[in-house]
């Protein structure tokens, strides 16, 4: 689904991703880990394109396709959501507005029939299930005076109308207690599919006690310096980033 | 008088008063020109005016009249607007056309009149309304205003009554041979306690680069309410300048939304007098400017009763190589002790041709006052922009949502629903590639 192979990427004149490579089949769940500053959150913008990131070599493939020739509106009716690590407000836009238009924005360019008003709410009623947003916070601008755990919540459940092939979470789980990192885990978990796949982005391995990955990476340095499986996660926690860096110090340097 | 401004000012000259014979009006129809005369057009050392420059207007000439504006075939279509179907008074370049109006069937209390028409039936009522800012300074086109006025609007709500059903008040600018330069009158009373909904309406028929002076004064009675809807979307060639004056007796309450899309040139100076005790204004009002449109709205409010409350909410948009002004000044009068005056005025620049310049200004001279105001110009913020298109908003339907909600708040209190959608949708439609809309 998703083959990402050498990937170097600057900002601001920085080179930030330094020949990262990973791949993504349907239906698994990725973790990516690292320290601040390892290039995480740059992963996730250039994969949902976001100006201002320079690719200088390496390729991203996304069903065969060439992910980074498409604007960032084609990706999303690709199929591939970023869950924001800092959701923005948009006074003015209300939220069911914006997410019905977003909807049918997508399913138009997939040539797909847009979906009524009254289809949408029914969608809508049937996705609160998945992940709960009192009436109250659908009905407001769009993260507009939102707690933290609100803005998060109301990212997860934008992913839980839009059934993205590939989600992008983007420290999803920052800024969040014990008891809405839980609900935002159960949303993720609900929504997880053969047919679809995840990377989730953390600095912690408390999130990945929710979500079970199939995949734990270490990105330190704008590279993966090792991979494995859940396991590895609990390994991390207990140990540092220092502790994979001790073990990989070529690559590390590198 | 520079010799600048002299086609300009002898074309003025040259229009031939509307006959009268009535003694007062044409002594003070001939006072006000000389004033004209005399300071020729205002320029940009003037300070109301800084970022105006009539330059261009001063090598251009006008005819008087359209002769056959009066008569002129105009589609319905072109000024019809959703959710306004009561009463109507049409101006077809400047002069009433009847078979657009609708004055039939009045409902009780209110009455409207075109001003030719009162003038030609029984002038002396007219008197005091016409003459008595005769002496006060003015500025040019209100001067020019005085002078040449032909026709306009004359309205008047009885006390007590409730009008609800807009009246909708519609200048059209129509093709004509040569480029008509047209000056109209308004007079609005609205009495104790009584309440009107107007609908000015600035709308074109055909292309032309008329200049259109509107002047209009509205005078609100103790208790008096006024909901007042101005849409200015006159030819891309015109040349507007309005001048909108109200006062206010005491507990008197006026609503302005005021949208401004049309106009090569156009500027609208409002006045707003909170003379009562407890009188209040609440005024709103965008523009949205793209091509080289140049838009320049003056907001001067006075408070001088007790207790008085203004509030001021306006939004610019400019796009293309546009240039949008807005001059938003507040005084306080001595004795206006208690009031509360808020001005907002934000502006979003759309491209790097565009430029907008605001001013807001405040000026207390009273006790225990609530003021706030300022002004901003800035861009869409690209980060929300990111966002809406990782959604799977095109850009130009993401720029438009964000316009759309950047101007809500101003436009979002135009009442009944249908109407505030039609200026929503006006609005949007004037800026570039906003057929994506979803």
Known sequence: MLKIDNLHVRVAGREILKGLSLEVKPGEVHAIMGPNGAGKSTLGNVLAGRAGYEVT????????????????????????????????EIPGVNNTY???????????????????????????????????????????????????????????????????????????????????????????????????????????????????PDFVHVLADGRIVESGGAQLAQELEAHGYAWVRGRNPAEAAA | MSAAVAPFVDSMRAAALPASGIGWLDNSRAEALQAFVASGLPNTRDELWKYTALRALEQRSYVARDENAATSVVDEGTIALPGVDGPRLAFVNGVFHADLSRLDDLPQGLDVQP??????????????????????????????????????????????????????????????????????????????????????????????????????EYTLHKAARLDLLAVQDAAPGATLFRRSDFQLHEDAHVALHALEIGGALARHELRVALDGDRSRAETRGAFALRGRQHADTELLIEHRGRDTASDSLWRGVADGRTRGVFHGAITVHQGADGADAQLSNKNLLLSEGAEIDTRPALEIHADEVKAAHGATVGQLDERVLFYLRSRGLPAETARMLLVRAFCAVALGGVEPQVLREHCDALLLAHLPRSEEQP
């Not at chain 1, 707690?147 to 979470?169: C, D, Y």
């Not at chain 2, 002396?124 to 016409?130: G, N, V």
């Open chain 2, 115 to 216: 001003l030719a028409r009162a003038l030609a039936e029984n002038p002396e009522p007219l008197r005091f309304l016409l003459t008595r800012r005769a002496a006060e300074p003015r500025d040019a086109f209100a001067a020019l205003n005085s002078a040449l006025a032909r026709d306009g609007a004359l309205v008047r709500v009885a006390p007590g009554a409730q009008i609800h059903a807009p009246l909708h008040v519609v200048h059209l600018g129509a093709s004509a041979d040569s480029p008509v330069a047209w000056h109209a009158r308004g007079f609005v009373e609205i009495c104790e306690g009584a309440r009107l909904h107007i609908v000015e309406h600035h709308a074109a028929a055909g292309e032309h680069a008329h200049l259109a002076n509107f002047a209009c």
């Open chain 1, 98 to 212: 914006f997410l019905r238009a977003a909807l049918n924005a997508q399913r138009k360019a997939r040539n797909e029939p847009e979906l009524d008003s009254r289809e949408f709410i029914g969608l809508v009623r049937e996705k609160l299930k998945v992940m709960q947003l009192s009436p109250e916070l659908l009905n407001r601008a769009v993260n507009e005076g939102f707690s933290g755990g609100e803005k998060k919540r109301n990212e997860i459940f934008q992913m839980a109308v839009l059934e993205p092939k590939l989600a992008i979470l983007d420290e999803t789980d920052s800024g969040l207690d014990i008891d809405a990192l839980k609900q935002v885990a159960e949303g993720v978990n609900a929504l997880r599919d053969p047919g679809r796949a995840f990377v989730v982005i953390t600095h912690y391995q408390r999130l990945l006690d929710y979500i079970v």
């Open chain 1, 57 to 88: 070599q390496g390729s991203v493939t996304y069903d065969g396709t060439d992910l980074l020739q498409l604007e960032p509106e084609q990706r999303a009716a690709a199929g591939v959501f970023l869950a924001f690590q800092y959701p923005v």
